[in-house]
């Protein structure tokens, strides 16, 4: 499969294989690339939903692995707020540096998101899963996005997110509602042999997982 960033987003054909004609942006969000007008029309249902000016966050929606499933549907936040279960303040860092990271933020970034998720992307989160800025492996929304989920329940079990991680506390996922999945459209059977095998052998329940 043919990969990189000149690529159309629905049948991955690259700029060398598209007849030769060069591949264009979408002309609402400048952000998905098409080899023609065929396959942006079959993509728009979906695409839609999506569709938006482009904003500085864009470039980093796909992950790491850069498959299409993996893809953020949410925007990058700065957290600006405490959270006491983990002991951390504005930027999720330790609380008692909050106040220089803020300092520094204003100061020598002059509150320019772009250039201060360069240097502190940790000190940001997707609002459509709750995962850090700086994850590069997928996007952990256990059935609310329109592609497939990513978490180890939802892809290699198939099962809920155990309560002790749901209702654990972390700034990153504190004020979203997210649901507990599993998404159907994750689940991989041979992972989750797998993954069922290696619990019973540890001894370990689903909520210590």
Not at 7 to 36: I, Q, W
Not at 107 to 122: I, S
């Amino acid at each position: 499969m043919p990969s990189g960033k000149d690529v159309c987003s629905v049948c991955t054909k690259c700029k060398e294989e598209a007849d030769a004609k060069k591949l264009f942006n979408c002309t609402g969000c400048k952000a998905r690339l098409y080899c023609g007008q065929q396959c942006q029309k079959a993509d728009w249902p979906t695409h839609k939903k999506q569709c938006k000016p482009t904003v500085w966050y864009d470039k980093y929606r796909k992950c790491g692995h850069g498959g299409s499933h993996e893809i953020h549907e949410g925007r990058l936040e700065l957290i600006t707020w405490s959270c006491p279960e983990d002991d951390t303040g504005w930027g999720a860092c330790f609380a008692e540096e909050s106040d220089g990271l803020r300092h520094q933020f204003e100061t020598e970034f002059r509150g320019d998101l772009k250039k201060f998720y360069k240097y502190w992307p940790q000190g940001f989160r997707w609002t459509c899963c709750g995962c850090c800025g700086s994850s590069t492996y997928g996007c952990d929304h256990h059935g609310t996005g329109s592609k497939p989920c990513t978490c180890d329940f939802c892809f290699r079990m198939g099962k809920p997110v155990s309560d002790k991680i749901y209702n654990e506390k972390v700034a990153s996922r504190m004020g979203l509602t997210l649901p507990k999945g599993p998404d159907p459209r994750s689940y991989n059977p041979l992972l989750a042999m797998n993954a069922e095998i290696g619990r019973s052998i540890t001894g370990m329940d689903e909520d210590d997982f």
